[in-house]
Each structure stands twice: as structure tokens, then as C-alpha cells.
């Protein structure tokens, strides 16, 4: 029997309401007990293990529900086994990965193929998101039944919009009977061709082209639309703007089954950081102003972003070192993501522990639809044992990810996840 005693830690579980201290006890691979009958079972069996958290915070294992794994494909950018010990390192013990892919997850087999890999890999819990259309081309639904029998647990052809309005209402119409949100990436892409940053004026002065803020905004309006005639599931991924936090929040107030995500870098960085002209400052969306920034913040604070997502989207060095307007789009985010959202969100007092969590745990769990995110009695024990204090300096160089395009390398943040338990197992632990 493998038991493990967390012993200490102020737990946080938001699906629990609960903060405070607390033991924990891991029996079979799941939470067996708390406080003193934990310890009475710990004590009645001398092969337990003991995690002494005294001066931790003690979570529900993280959840990041935006992940590019590339394989299959682009095993040159990161694969299956490398992207999930960066999920690791940044304390998630559960990623949802996206089907852009090479071919996209658009199959049965596709979707087993990562399944299968990912079991390989053994790190931590990886869902799958398979495409809403045939090969992520926006002209016929792929064959969602048979990707939900599969495994898959939201459909998404991100890395593009779903250009059609007349699809994209059928997917979310579809998906009702699977109870399956739809995930979109918000582009008009009429408006954004040759688009390489905000546009601002940073791109006025740098010359760039400019990525303007109405072309998500519109699509966002869109989709909200057709989420509010059908009924469906719509979940917005890396929102960027003020006007589509907007649209987000007055949807909500009308009933519309919509949820939202921002990531760390939309939280962090403004298109001033292209003055650089680093790629790794290049990504879709881009970076907007910091009327934007603060939009977003004001999402996360009154509820209306639901989950922080990395949208870690890896790409190998030689990608990224070519000029700016050929440089891919995108950075990874795996192993910054906690040390962000403490230092850039909670630190300066905008949101508080419990509702950060919140947005790493149990909202995508349900947005996803799995049993995860929670340190309820009888749950699986996927934990996240995170040292709050713990200062550190993002070394890109030495990440598990496979890339290293992240424009926070050098940067001292605080917060980190110091021991993850995945099903029982102990995955992860800083030195
Ligand atoms: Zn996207
Ligand atoms: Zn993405």
C-alpha cells in the first residue's frame, strides 16, 4: 500500500471553499483522509511517506487547459514526453493539448496516438482537444462523435479561427450532445494579413505591421452570437483586448454559456517589449497596450476570465532567430506560468490565492468536463505542494521544455511549485 502523508500546508482548495492548515493523506492514488484521521491511518501503517509543507500552500494539482505539445510532426519544437516535464516543472500535473498539429488531431487514431504517448511519456494527465473541422480546414466538421468516444474533451482548430459562421454554429450546436465546449480562437483574419504586432502606436514608430484589436474583438462578438442562438458551449482562449473582456462580461450577465482565458503574457508584457524586436515577444494574439493589459486584469479580478492558460506554443531556436516578420508566432509558458501569475497578479494584490487557483484547478476542470482539480475526499491525488516565497530566476537555457522561446528569460520571479504528485506518485520535486 502507498500511502503519503502532507503534513502542515495551508491547503487551498477552491472547489472546497477551503483555506487552512491542514494534513492530507494519499492512500491508493487518491485523498483518503484530512487532520487527525489522516494521521490515525498514517500511524496504523509504518510504509507511509511523509511531505513536511510547513510554510507551503498545498493545491489542487494545476490545470492548464492551452497547451501545444507538437508531436505529432514538429518533434523538432517539443514532443509529448519534454512538454509534459515542463507541465511538470510549473507544478501542472494536467495539461489539455491542442490538435494543431502535423497531422492535426482530427481522427480516432489521432486522438489515441497522444493518449498513447502520453502514457509512455508517464508524466503527468494529458487531454486530448481534437479539431472542430476536417484537418483544421474549416470546411466540413470532423467527425466529433467518434473523437468524443475517443477521448477527446473539447473541439478547437486554434492556431486558426473558425472562419465560417455557418460551421462554427454547427460545431456548437453539435457539441450540445456531448455537453463539449467549443474552444475559439478569436481572429478575423481579413484584418490581420501581414500583422506582425499590436496594432499601435509602437508599430507605427517601429514600422511594423499592425494585428488591430477589432479583429478580435469582432470574432468574439461572433461567436458569442452564435453561442447565444445554439445554446452551446463556447469557451474563449487567449483573450487579449479590453473589448473582448467586455463582450465576455456582458455576455455572462445575459446567460450565455461563454467562459474565458487569458495568459501570463497578456497579464505581463505590452507591445512596448517589440522595441526589442526579440522574437520572442512575437506572438498571436500579440502583446497589446496597457489599457488592454488592464482589461484583462479587471477580467480576472471581477470573474469574467475564468482560467489562466500558457498557450505554450513551442518553436525550435532556428525558427525563432530569423527576422521578426518571419518568426513564428508564439512562446512557451509551462514553467513561468505560477511564477507570473504570484508575481504579477497576486503579489501586487490583485487577486488573492484562492481565486488564482481557482483559475489554475477547477475552472478548466469543468470547462473540460474531467474529474480533476479538487483535494476532495475519494479524488485522484494530483497535487501541487507550491513554496509562495521561493525566489527564482527563469534560466531559458535550462527549461524542460524542448524550446526555449520565452521572453522572461533573466527574469527573477517568485513562487514555484517545489513538489507534484500526480495519482499518488510523487513526479516532480525541486532539489
Ligand atoms: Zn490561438
Ligand atoms: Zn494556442
Not at 100 to 126: K, L, S
Not at 181 to 188: D, G, K, M, N, P
Not at 398 to 419: V, Y
Amino acid at each position: 500500500m502507498n500511502k503519503i502523508l502532507i503534513r502542515g500546508g495551508r491547503v487551498i482548495d477552491p472547489s472546497q471553499k477551503m483555506d487552512r492548515v491542514a494534513g492530507i493523506l494519499i492512500e491508493d492514488g487518491k485523498i483518503a483522509a484530512y487532520d487527525a484521521s489522516a494521521d490515525a491511518s498514517a500511524a496504523a501503517d509504518g510504509d507511509v511517506t511523509v511531505i513536511d509543507a510547513t510554510g507551503k500552500i498545498v493545491s489542487p494539482g494545476l490545470i492548464d487547459m492551452h497547451v501545444h505539445l507538437r508531436e505529432p510532426g514538429r518533434e523538432e519544437d517539443e514532443t509529448i514526453k519534454t512538454g509534459t516535464a515542463a507541465a511538470l516543472a510549473g507544478g501542472f500535473t494536467s495539461i489539455a493539448c491542442v490538435p494543431n498539429t502535423e497531422p492535426p488531431i482530427d481522427t480516432q487514431g489521432g486522438v489515441e496516438f497522444v493518449r498513447g504517448q502520453a502514457a509512455r511519456a508517464d508524466n503527468c494527465n494529458v487531454f486530448v482537444i481534437a479539431c472542430v473541422s476536417h484537418n483544421r480546414e474549416g470546411k466540413e466538421l470532423a467527425e466529433m462523435g467518434q473523437l468524443v468516444e475517443a477521448g477527446a474533451v473539447a473541439f478547437s482548430d486554434d492556431g486558426s479561427p473558425v472562419t465560417s459562421p455557418e460551421l462554427m454554429r454547427r460545431a456548437l450546436e453539435y457539441c450540445l450532445m456531448f455537453d463539449k465546449a467549443v474552444l475559439s480562437h478569436a481572429e478575423i483574419v481579413e484584418l490581420t494579413q501581414q500583422g506582425v504586432m499590436h496594432d499601435g502606436l509602437t508599430a507605427l514608430i517601429l514600422g511594423l505591421g499592425g494585428i488591430p484589436p477589432a479583429a478580435e474583438d469582432v470574432m468574439t462578438t461572433r461567436d458569442i452570437a452564435l453561442a447565444e442562438a445554439t445554446g452551446g458551449r463556447l469557451h474563449m482562449m487567449h483573450v487579449s483586448t479590453g473589448g473582448s473582456v467586455d463582450a465576455v462580461r456582458r455576455a455572462k450577465q445575459r446567460g450565455v454559456r461563454v467562459t474565458a482565458e487569458v495568459t501570463p503574457h497578456h497579464f505581463t508584457l505590452t507591445d512596448e517589449s517589440l522595441r526589442s524586436f526579440d522574437s520572442n515577444f512575437k506572438m498571436n494574439p500579440p502583446l497589446r497596450g496597457q489599457g488592454h493589459v488592464t482589461g484583462c486584469i479587471d477580467g480576472l479580478i471581477d470573474g469574467t476570465i475564468d482560467v489562466i492558460a500558457s498557450d505554450h506554443a513551442p518553436h525550435a531556436k532556428e525558427k525563432k532567430m530569423q527576422e521578426l516578420d518571419r518568426a513564428p508566432f508564439g512562446i512557451i509558458g509551462l514553467e513561468t506560468s505560477l511564477g507570473l501569475v504570484v508575481s504579477q497578479l497576486i503579489l501586487p494584490g490583485h487577486l488573492d490565492w484562492m481565486t488564482a487557483l481557482e483559475k489554475m484547478t477547477i475552472n478548466p476542470a469543468r470547462i473540460l468536463g474531467i474529474d480533476k482539480g479538487t483535494l476532495a475526499v475519494g479524488a485522484d491525488a494530483d497535487v501541487t505542494i507550491i513554496d509562495p516565497q521561493a525566489r527564482w530566476k527563469v534560466d531559458a537555457a535550462h527549461l524542460h521544455s524542448r524550446s526555449s522561446n520565452t521572453p522572461f528569460d533573466g527574469w527573477e520571479l517568485q513562487g514555484r511549485a517545489e513538489t507534484v504528485i500526480v495519482g499518488g506518485r510523487v513526479k516532480y520535486r525541486v532539489e
